[in-house]
Structure formats: structure tokens, C-alpha cells
């Protein structure tokens, strides 16, 4: 590869690292806030902008001068989805958990020590749960993310015990890695996770793994209601629901 291919290619990892800063900024980002997360010099991260501006990548806010990502992600997202059956075969079988429950319905895979929502339906009920698609959330502090760690493959788990970032959330998250190992040891005897305001007070949640013909999670289905609506007994109640659902998809969507 030549000096100037090398160079370009540097240059497209940089415009991508500019779009997943943006992607964590749902309030949008100036160009300086960008070149200093990204430690890149102003003119670099401006120019790069500019053409991801021009491509519809990234829109342009002028008022406010912030970027924010462009309609040309959530249409390349949007393809993704459908590729793996989170739209057109997942959408079903969640909608026919939340009929059942009466509450907001939640499906997620890992992206590195994240969950990323990939698909929800909301309850009936006015209070709407904010974990939109798209949306990356811790996995020590959610019921997804526990679901999907505790049965992810034995080597990959065991790294995730000892590296994952234990950051807390709230008051009550769980930041002791003992501690967390035992809550993960726990899911895989039950079977499901349970986040009781440990990534957003007043909520909490259930989670079931969506497991692979190996028995690994690609995925996790999870309700999450207010503490208000419903006791974490009641939520509990649910896991049978979540569990025929999380079968379903697990039979349906592509495994990876």
C-alpha cells in the first residue's frame, strides 16, 4: 500500500471515530468538543466534517453551530436492522409481549462492553421508556446487559468479568467486581437478570438471553417498567413471557 492509500485510509477511520462521538451525543457536539474527543487537530476534524455534511452522514446545526448524525446513518442503521430481522421479523413478536404485559418491550445485542437497543415497543401506558434503538447502555447496570453476559461463550464472559469497566450509574449500581461476578453467576442459575434502579432510578427491569443453537446469547428481550407501576416480584412474573418470545426469536433472526 502506498504512503498516500495508507494516509486515506487513516483518514476514513478518523471521519468514522467522528460519527460514533457523535452517535454518544444525542444533543449534538461542536466541531471543537469533536477534535478534542477525538484528539485530532480543529482543521482535520472541520474538513472531515465538512465532507460528512456534504454526504448526508452528519447534519449541521447553524444556530447552535452542532453536528449531529444525519438521516444517511439512520438509513444505513435502518438496513442493518432488516438484514438481521430486528424490523420486520422481531417487531411482532415483541408487540405480542407488550400486549401482554402492558409494558415497554426491549430488544438488545453487545457492541463491545455496551448493549445497543435494537428494537422496542412502548407500553400503552403514559410513561414511556427512554432506551430508544439505537442507544448504547452499559451491560454491569442493565438487565439486557447482564442477560447477555452471563451467557455469552466461557472465554469471552471470563474477559468481561475481569475488564469491564464498572462505572456507576446510580447509587445502587453494582461497582464491586466480586459482587458482580456473583450477580452474573446468579442470572445463569434463574435464567434471567433484573436491574432495580441501577441504571436509571425509578426503573427497573427483566431480562431473558435470546440464546444460539450452542447455547450463547446474540441477543436479550427484557420488559422495563417504573417502580411505581410494578413491584420486582410482579416483573419476575413476566419471565415465562419473555422466555416463549426470546425462544421464538432465537428460532427466527439470523444467529451471529
Do not use: C, W
Not at 16 to 24: A, E, I, P, T
Request: glycine fraction near 6%.
Amino acid at each position: 500500500m502506498s504512503v498516500k492509500e495508507d494516509t486515506k485510509t487513516d483518514m476514513v477511520g478518523k471521519a468514522l471515530s467522528l460519527l460514533v462521538l457523535l452517535g454518544n451525543e444525542p444533543r449534538g457536539a461542536s466541531a471543537a468538543d469533536l477534535a478534542r474527543s477525538a484528539s485530532l487537530p480543529f482543521s482535520t476534524t472541520y474538513r472531515l466534517l465538512g465532507s460528512l455534511t456534504r454526504d448526508g452522514f452528519v447534519d449541521y446545526e447553524p444556530d447552535g453551530r452542532r453536528y449531529h448524525l444525519g438521516l444517511r446513518v439512520f438509513q444505513l442503521g435502518q438496513r442493518v436492522s432488516n438484514h438481521h430481522g430486528f424490523a420486520a421479523t422481531a417487531l411482532p413478536v415483541l408487540q405480542r409481549v407488550t400486549d401482554r404485559t402492558h409494558e415497554a418491550t426491549i430488544l438488545s445485542v453487545r457492541d463491545g462492553n455496551h448493549h445497543l437497543t435494537v428494537n422496542k415497543v412502548d407500553g400503552p401506558k403514559t410513561f414511556r421508556v427512554t432506551s430508544d434503538p439505537g442507544h448504547l447502555g452499559a451491560l454491569h447496570t442493565t438487565s439486557v446487559g447482564k442477560a447477555i453476559v452471563a451467557f455469552e461463550e466461557e472465554i469471552e464472559r471470563k474477559r468481561l468479568l475481569e475488564e469491564l469497566p464498572l462505572d456507576p450509574l446510580t447509587e445502587h449500581s453494582i461497582t464491586d467486581r466480586d459482587k458482580f461476578r456473583e450477580e452474573i453467576e446468579q442470572v445463569r442459575r434463574q435464567g434471567y437478570a433484573v436491574m432495580d434502579e441501577e441504571n436509571e432510578v425509578g426503573m427497573r427491569a427483566v431480562a431473558v438471553p435470546v440464546l444460539n443453537s450452542q447455547g450463547h446469547a446474540f441477543a436479550s428481550l427484557a420488559t422495563a417498567v417504573p417502580v411505581f407501576r410494578m413491584s420486582l416480584e410482579e416483573l419476575i412474573a413476566h419471565v415465562p413471557t419473555l422466555q416463549e418470545a426470546a425462544a421464538e426469536l432465537a428460532a427466527r433472526l439470523p444467529q451471529r
